[in-house]
Each structure stands twice: as structure tokens, then as C-alpha cells.
């Protein structure tokens, strides 16, 4: 079974940066995308952004010109500019392999002080 470790994430100040990273392991069949989904308290866990193995990459409207994802291998990173208080969230990386399996990580919490 697919593991996966995210790293980053902690308190930031508006208007400032971050940086998510989540790493797969223990990968049996190939991943194909992979993604980083955020949930603010009381809401429903929400698309941020998807990279393919191609690259081809896909943004919500909220972090469009915010939010840059990228991949190495089985790692993906999310750098997001310009947090407000609206980005305060659980952020956690969402992977999918060829079987069309879906792997979550364990969530890290972004809180962005105003």
C-alpha cells in the first residue's frame, strides 16, 4: 500500500508563502496524479491543485496565479504567494495509480494569520 508523507505547512503571516511537500513510498503500481486537497473547518475537502504524470497541471479558481505545483518522481510540491486567512485549511496530498486507487496523506494544518 501506497504511504505517503507530507511535509511543510505551520503558521503563516498574510500576504507571506509556503511550501508543501508529500512524498510517496512503497509504491507497487505507478502513480499517475497526483494532487493537493485542502478542508477548512466545517467544510468539504476541496481540489487546490493536480499534477499528471505528463505534467499537464490544473488549478481552482481560489489559488489560480497563487499556487505553482510541481513533481519529482514521487514527490510533489505545492508553493503557494499571497495567503490569506481564506487559506487557512488541513492540506493533504492525494495520489492515484494506475489501478485508479486513490492514496491520502495524513493531512498537515496551514493557519494564516491576519
Known amino acids: 500500500q501506497v504511504q505517503l508523507v507530507e511535509s511543510g505547512g505551520g503558521l503563516v503571516q498574510a500576504g507571506g508563502s509556503l511550501r508543501l511537500s508529500c512524498t510517496a513510498s512503497?509504491?507497487?503500481?505507478?502513480?499517475?496524479?497526483m494532487a493537493w486537497y485542502r478542508q477548512a473547518p466545517g467544510q468539504q475537502r476541496d481540489l487546490v491543485a493536480r499534477?499528471?504524470?505528463?505534467?499537464v497541471t490544473y488549478y481552482d479558481d481560489s489559488v489560480e496565479g497563487r499556487a505553482a505545483i510541481s513533481r519529482d518522481m514521487n514527490t510533489v510540491n505545492l508553493n503557494m504567494v499571497g495567503l490569506g486567512p481564506h487559506d487557512t485549511a488541513v492540506y493533504y496530498c492525494?495520489?492515484?495509480?494506475?489501478?485508479?486507487?486513490?492514496?491520502w496523506g495524513q493531512g498537515t494544518q496551514v493557519t494564516v494569520s491576519s
Open positions: 512503497n509504491i507497487a503500481f505507478t502513480i499517475t496524479d
Open positions: 492525494s495520489v492515484i495509480d494506475t489501478r485508479k486507487t486513490v492514496t
Open positions: 499534477i499528471g504524470s505528463g505534467g
